[in-house]
């Protein structure tokens, strides 16, 4: 932790000039005071007054999300305010909008704003940034991202199996040749998703590349693919999503179309949003213990701020994804 | 503004005690610190250093909203940050769960951490606490609640008519017992919503006031609510439901019990979110601009937060809704 006599040597001026100027007690010139603030700024120095301040206030932590309209983003949003409610915190959601420079913003609003801890749900985090938040002491939780890379604890679900979950209970029902609608490849569950699809089905004659379609986990992505997929391939009878949004997007799609689902084609989502058991039909989904993991975020979060003068934590946490079946998927086999 | 002086005085110090507490440089009893913090927190004052801190941060503002699993609030919440990039400001939600100490929390939690301005679409503001924001110089402005009592700009929707042109809708496509699924009557918009499906029937023969049940805005209110009025009225053949949550969840409960729609019985919801034209059958709805509001809000608050030392704003912006047809009351007419 840097002094006040380390700014004033930075900045070139006496301690007491530093100390008129925190104290606004006293003449210092426009050119001093931005010498000044530049040496504050470089050293991360901050006045005991201000640690003080940010120490009385509320204890409040930041979620930042790349999604705020995905509902499983709302849904995770309200498990990690609960327990936060439960603890005296209160949470700030940022929404990154999968925009790296976004997501910079706010980690760097959140830092001068003196948050007492993060939990990050989005994908651009860097080793510098996190170094950043450290130094500062701010505790990071990283939730459903990448699982190497990162020295902060990670809680994550097994995507890939989950995948495979999907595909194989697409194969049970009798589908024959299965699509794959795919979220963002630059976002770690996405691509794991993907892979599990691809190296189930790969070895299957049916199978080729051109079965793949992007949805960027949105719901007007999840339409769009279901019109490429049938262009590429009017033949198929099952549509795994990578998550439920393209999913609900894909089952709109097929219904403006008239194809009957699942008979004609039976649809698997990703998630275990509650939407997924209010549209008609209702659709199968491999689903993530959402609540569980935003709780086990929280409650880890707010453990490390309590010991916020530990060394960081390098915990990988995984949480186990179910399949949950419905009348999405849920027709007579033809086979087996 | 106060000044160093008037902490001394009320703490009963010398400047040079407050000086050298501010500063960390020389010795402070820790009695005496406290007597310090105490008189600094009454008087609200802060150095200028930290003022200069948060000037120097990124300029952020603060949404505060009721329920962000409702989609009306993560749109809403959409059109704030698009807004907020394009001028450079960071977004920080905030999710009262419309419970008052919930919103009081947040509101101190963003008053502590200099927040530059709140767009507060949630129920509970009083008098007091808008008081102590406009006294930290912190603008506010008010969305889609009370249209009194609040000495601040205010964007809302004429929902007294929105219901009017529901309740007439569902009259025109033949419903002959219509019932109406209502929101918590502490908030102002459930509030004008029941007052205009309610003067607009009450002349009716069929009307009784057990034609009204609560959903509390939420998708399983607006279930349970199916549940409670064909028990008391099994021949209601139109349902207004105040939001489209709530109407989203009567289709639903509707659909489990066989009942057709529209022709059985025909809904129509309020708000216009995406979800009503995803889910089947595609519900009608009384649409308010939900994008033009965020977008409205947002304009006009970074506007008063570059003319900060103004007087507070008083304007009430009222915005439009209409009435957007779809499947829920599409059906033949059986009169008229």
């Known amino acids: 932790m840097s002094t006040i006599k380390d700014v004033a040597k930075l900045a070139g001026v006496s ?35 201000i640690r003080r301040l940010a120490d009385h206030s509320m204890p409040t932590i930041a979620l930042i999300l790349p999604d705020i309209t995905n ?21 700030f959601f940022c929404n990154s909008d999968n925009q790296d420079f976004k997501e910079k913003s706010y980690l760097e609003a959140l830092r001068k704003r003196k948050i007492d801890g993060i939990i990050y749900a989005s994908n651009y985090l860097t080793q510098e940034e996190l170094h950043k938040l450290q130094r500062d002491n ?13 020295k902060c604890t990670l809680i994550r679900c097994n995507n890939y199996d989950g995948a495979q979950l999907a595909v194989k209970h697409l194969l049970d029902t009798g589908c024959r040749k299965i699509a794959h609608i795919y979220g963002p490849q630059e976002i770690v569950t996405a691509q794991e998703r993907l892979n599990g699809y691809e190296d189930y089905v790969k070895s299957f004659s049916w199978y080729t590349p051109s079965l793949m379609a992007p949805g960027h986990f949105q719901l007007e992505g999840g339409m769009q693919a279901v019109e490429t997929l049938l262009l590429r391939h009017p033949d198929i009878d099952g549509i795994f999503a990578g998550n439920d949004f393209m999913a609900i997007g894909a089952l709109k799609a097929l219904h403006r179309k008239g194809i009957q689902i699942p008979n004609d084609i039976a649809v698997c989502g990703f998630d275990g949003v509650k939407l997924a058991e209010i549209i008609e039909p ?24 309590g010991n916020r003068d530990a060394k960081p934590h390098l915990e990988v946490i995984e949480i186990n994804v179910s399949l949950i079946i419905r009348e999405s998927t849920r027709r007579e086999c033809e086979s087996q």
């Open 282 to 305: 209702e659709l199968t989904t491999v689903a993530q213990p959402i609540y569980e993991m935003g709780e086990t975020a929280a409650r880890t979060l707010i453990e490390q701020i």
């Open 15 to 49: 301690i007491a000039t530093v100390s008129r100027m925190i104290n606004q007690n006293g003449y210092v010139s426009k050119k001093t005071e931005v010498r000044i603030s530049e040496a504050m700024e470089e050293l991360g120095y901050e006045p005991l007054i």
């Open 138 to 150: 701010i505790p990071v939780v990283v939730l459903d991202r990448s699982s190497d890379n990162h």
């Open 71 to 91: 509902p499983f983003f709302s849904e995770l949003a309200r498990a990690v305010e609960d327990i936060c409610q439960q603890k005296g915190y209160t949470v």
